[in-house]
Every structure is written in C-alpha cells, then in structure tokens.
T-cell receptor, first 111, second 112 residues
Framework: TQLLEQSPQFLSIQEGENLTVYCNSS?????LQWYRQEPGEGPVLLVT?????EVKKLKRLTFQFGDARKDSSLHITAAQPGDTGLYLC???????????FGTGTRLKVLA | NAGVTQTPKFQVLKTGQSMTLQCAQD?????MSWYRQDPGMGLRLIHY???????DQGEVPNGYNVSRSTTEDFPLRLLSAAPSQTSVYFC???????????FGPGTRLTVL
C-alpha cells in the first residue's frame, strides 16, 4: 500500500516567518500535486511536480520534487495570514488508478 | 459550467439507516472518486471510477457502494450507517487518474 506521510501535522507561526512542509513516501510516484484546503471547502490545486529534482515557484511558495520521486517539500517564504489552511500532497499510485492524499499539514499564520 | 456538484450539503442519519450521496460533474471527466475527511485529517479514498460502468475500491471501501451508469454521475451509497461514518464526504473528478482533481463542496454527514 502506497502512503503519503506529511510533517509536521500542525504548524503555528508568526507572520513573516519561513516554513517548510514535507511529504514523504516509501514508494515512487510518477507525479505529485500540492493542494490547499480552506475550511468548508474542497482542496484546490497549487502545483504539479513531475520530474525528479524539479523545483517550481508560485509567488512565495517553492515546491520541490525529490530526485528519487519519493518525496516533496513545500517552502513558504515570509508567511502571511492568508497562507493559513490545510496543505495536502497527493498523487496517483503506481500500478493502480488510485489517487491518494497525504495526511495533511495544518498551517496557521498569526498576524 | 457548474463543475462538481454534491447533494445534500448536510445530513443527519440514525444508526442503521441507508442513504445515497449524489455527485455530478459537467466537465466530461472520465475519472471520479469519493473521499472522506475526518476532522483535521487528510482525505481517504473510498471508491473511484475510471469511466462509466467501471468502479473499484479505494483505501476505505467497507460500508459503501458506488455505481457509474453515466459519465456525469457517481452516487455513493451508505448501506447501513454507523457512527464511524460520521465525516465530511467529498466527490472529485478529473480528466484521468493522474490529473488535477476538481472537488465538490462536500457533504457533512452525522450518524447518531
């Protein structure tokens, strides 16, 4: 069974601080996606990473896919209260058509 | 386009009752899936479908049934509700199993 483990589970920081969220698996993923979910809503896609070692930037958010395609990270620079939410990594499992989500990281940025 | 729609938005059931959560999409997506999300947690895959007439089990399928008679609709049936099924249920659709998932607004289900 392929799993996506995220750490930390919870993160509370002050506005302006930097943070990194990790997504790890023992299995190889052909691609990974990061979503953000706000209370009462479904997740919304932030980015897709496909190539091992790939780095993508979305304003103050930097996403990296591990060289072996077993892990990914999300780094936020100078966090703002608007970054508050649940961050989820997700991806298609190999050998099946299942699309699974990570355990989630709940981020709270205090003004 | 309405995207992915789910009904109802809220539901309260008694233990042992059955019900169907409705999901429809108007994007002509082949892949559809159901997830449950417990408080503060990620999403767990219940069932998925790669096209009309084809369904398969996800990570937590027990107590749930699905069918996919059309591309647009993917209802989720709770056969005999249990308190452990209290959760928020999300339906999602995508072009294929590796593409961006588009989510409905969710159904908040409470089983007493």
């Amino acid at each position: 069974t392929q799993l996506l483990e995220q750490s930390p589970q919870f993160l509370s920081i002050q506005e302006g601080e930097n943070l990194t969220v990790y997504c790890n698996s023992s299995s190889v993923f052909s691609s990974l996606q990061w979503y953000r979910q706000e209370p009462g809503e479904g997740p919304v896609l932030l980015v897709t990473v496909v190539t091992g070692g790939e780095v993508k930037k979305l304003k103050r958010l930097t996403f990296q896919f591990g060289d072996a395609r077993k892990d990914s990270s999300l780094h936020i620079t100078a966090a703002q209260p608007g970054d508050t939410g649940l961050y989820l990594c997700a991806g298609p499992t190999s050998g099946t058509y299942k699309y699974i989500f990570g355990t989630g990281t709940r981020l709270k940025v205090l003004a | 386009n309405a995207g992915v729609t789910q009904t109802p938005k809220f539901q309260v059931l008694k233990t042992g009752q059955s019900m169907t959560l409705q999901c429809a999409q108007d994007m002509n997506h082949e892949y559809m899936s159901w997830y449950r999300q417990d408080p503060g947690m990620g999403l767990r895959l219940i069932h998925y479908s790669v096209g009309a007439g084809i369904t398969d089990q996800g990570e937590v399928p027990n107590g749930y049934n699905v069918s996919r008679s059309t591309t647009e609709d993917f209802p989720l049936r709770l056969l005999s509700a249990a308190p452990s099924q209290t959760s928020v249920y999300f339906c999602a659709s995508s072009r294929t199993s590796i593409d961006e998932q588009f989510f409905g607004p969710g159904t908040r289900l409470t089983v007493l």
